[in-house]
């Protein structure tokens, strides 16, 4: 199969694809709260795609689902769209000092499981940017299946703990 994927270079020098290296220096989450393996495509300012391979060593996998198997929780789904979406927003040159909080979810819809085994491909993209404060849209397939999707804002503030910027 031919890859068709669209990969525009990101801000400030950084080369796609994305390894695990190069966005701890984008995120301020290590292991094992960095829940992103790689990013693929990337336009600034509109749209970001990244890769979660999931794992039967998963800490988080959850024996919780129908069918008795190990699948990832809907939270940490929730978490590697919104982690996605932050490395869209703070790979800009001037937000790389910022944290980005996460504010609300909404209409987050959670249409089927991930399992060890399956290879997450996330898709955020830039609904509003105002004043250090935004709402993404993000969409979690596995092949052709969407996994999850829904609308996330957030908000970007200091390190210093001095509340938003």
């Keep these: 199969m031919a890859n068709l994927e669209v990969k525009t270079a ?4 950084l080369t796609l694809p994305l390894d695990y ?6 995120l301020p989450h290590r292991y ?24 039967i060593n998963e800490r988080y996998l959850s024996t919780s689902s129908a069918d008795g198997r190990p699948a990832l929780p809907p939270t940490i789904l929730t978490e590697v769209v919104a982690q996605v979406g932050a490395i869209l927003i703070l790979a800009k040159p001037e937000y790389r000092d910022l ?10 819809r959670y249409r089927g499981r991930v399992y060890p085994g399956d290879v997450l491909v996330v898709e955020a993209r830039v609904k509003r940017l105002r004043n250090r404060m935004g709402v993404l849209e993000g969409r979690a397939k596995v092949g052709n299946r969407i996994v999850a999707n829904g609308t996330m804002t957030f908000a970007l503030g200091t390190k210093d703990g001095g509340g938003e910027a």
Excluded: M, Q, Y
């Design 10 to 13: 990101p801000a400030d020098g």
């Design 21 to 26: 290296a190069a966005i701890e220096r984008i």
């Design 32 to 55: 094992p709260f960095l829940l992103v393996d790689r990013i693929t495509e990337f336009e600034p300012d509109k749209r970001i795609v990244g890769i979660k391979n999931v794992s």
């Design 99 to 108: 944290l980005i909080f996460f504010r609300g979810i909404e209409r987050v």
